[in-house]
C-alpha cells in the first residue's frame, strides 16, 4: 500500500517502483469549500513532492488544476497529462503521481 499517494503504474510493471524514473504530479481540486476541509493543492502537491524524493524519483512536470470535478476527466491537467504521454516518444515521464 502507497498510504494517501498513489501511483498509476500498470501492474506488470510494479517492480518499476523499486527503481529510479522520471514521474509526473497532476492534481485537481473540485471547489473552494473542499479545498478548505481538505489539504490545499500546494499541500498535496508537496506531500507528492516528498514522497517522489523518498522513492528517489524524477519529477518532470506538475499539473494541477482547480475546480474541476474528480468524477470526471473534463478537467485540462488530465488531457496536458495523456498529451505529453500520447504526443512524445518517448514519454516524458515513466508515471503519473497523483495524492
Not at 529510479?20 to 481540486?29: F, G, L, N, T
Not at 519529477?59 to 470535478?69: C, P, T
Not at 491537467?77 to 500520447?86: N, T
Request: aromatic content about 10%.
Amino acid at each position: 500500500m502507497i498510504s494517501k499517494y498513489e501511483a498509476i503504474i500498470p501492474k506488470p510493471e510494479l517492480s518499476i517502483m523499486k527503481r529510479e524514473m522520471k514521474v509526473s504530479i497532476c492534481r485537481r481540486i473540485s471547489t473552494k469549500m473542499q479545498a478548505d476541509g481538505e489539504i490545499p493543492i500546494e499541500g498535496q502537491i508537496d506531500e507528492c513532492r516528498e514522497f517522489a524524493q523518498d522513492s528517489s524519483w524524477e519529477i518532470v512536470q506538475v499539473y494541477q488544476d482547480a475546480g474541476y470535478s474528480g468524477g470526471t476527466d473534463e478537467h485540462p491537467a488530465f488531457h496536458e497529462v495523456y498529451a505529453a504521454a500520447r504526443d512524445n516518444k518517448p514519454s516524458p515521464f515513466d508515471t503519473v503521481l497523483t495524492w
